[in-house]
């Protein structure tokens, strides 16, 4: 293949959340722990093949800080995505902040991480206001949705410039249910770009079955978390991000 005919390099964002969440682990009557530092590893992630970091600041705050958002642009040049829900208080945070990037995540107290995509469809009016106070700052936009056309299409109403197509599925999916699952994020894929959205895709994602989802073509982002902090407790963070960009590169 020509050079001018290969896809475009698929960015890697690597999401530090559970850094935090073996740090918050030390959390005391004395207050919470500092070490492992998750800007640390965010200094660190640039070094390694990454593209971009993700941090999820949740309602609880069980990872990642408010103190640690400053903290993570000041310590690397890598744009950051603010993964946060749509609420008033996160809206604030991400306008005090100005992150590069703000995905709109679903979110439940209950959860141990997030579970699904966003409703998109179903929280049309309340997303609106949010969204433009975001775009009217120079935050681009972003919108974690499950592969189905209905949300790519709420997402065209709302004028999002990115969606992130929820991988979950697949990732825990066997046999020809994979194959339907990747079937399905290769066409809502296809049909956001076709639409003039930029499509991401994360969530579950794993050396083992990473490459079919990086060589969809209209991917332009990976974003990856869970797996790449567990792999880096048995190998090192450098070989964790590496391995992971390594693959995504030969899938391409």
Not at 76 to 82: F, K, Q, R, S
Not at 111 to 117: A, F, K, L, S, V
Not at 161 to 179: D, K, S
Request: hydrophobic share 45%.
């Amino acid at each position: 293949m020509s050079a001018l005919l290969q896809p475009a390099r698929l960015r890697l964002g690597v999401n530090i959340d559970h850094v935090a969440t073996i740090r918050n682990a030390r959390w005391t009557s004395r207050g919470g722990g500092e070490h492992p530092d998750p800007v640390r590893a965010a200094a660190l992630i640039a070094q390694y093949g990454g593209d971009g970091i993700t941090a999820h600041l949740r309602e609880d705050r069980r990872h990642i800080r408010d103190e640690d958002i400053a903290r993570i642009q000041a310590a690397t040049n890598l744009p950051l995505n603010l993964e946060m829900a749509a609420t008033d208080e996160m809206l604030e945070i991400a306008l005090r902040h100005m992150p590069h990037a703000a995905c709109i995540v679903p979110e439940r107290r209950e959860e141990r991480t997030t579970e699904g995509g966003l409703d998109a469809a179903g929280q049309h009016n309340r997303l609106v206001p949010i969204i433009s106070a975001l775009r009217d700052a120079g935050i681009r936009v972003s919108l974690f949705i499950a592969p189905e056309e209905r949300q790519i299409e709420a997402a065209m109403r709302l004028g999002a410039p990115v969606v992130e197509l929820h991988t979950g599925e697949y990732a825990h999916a066997e046999g020809e249910a994979r194959a339907v699952e990747l079937r399905r994020i290769a066409d809502m894929a296809a049909l956001a770009a076709k639409n003039g959205i930029e499509p991401h895709a994360g969530h579950g994602l794993t050396y083992d079955n990473v490459q079919p989802i990086a060589a969809i073509p209209q991917l332009a982002e990976l974003n990856i978390g869970h797996y790449l902090i567990g792999e880096a407790i048995f190998c090192g963070l450098e070989t964790s991000v590496r391995r992971m960009r390594e693959l995504m590169d030969a899938a391409r």
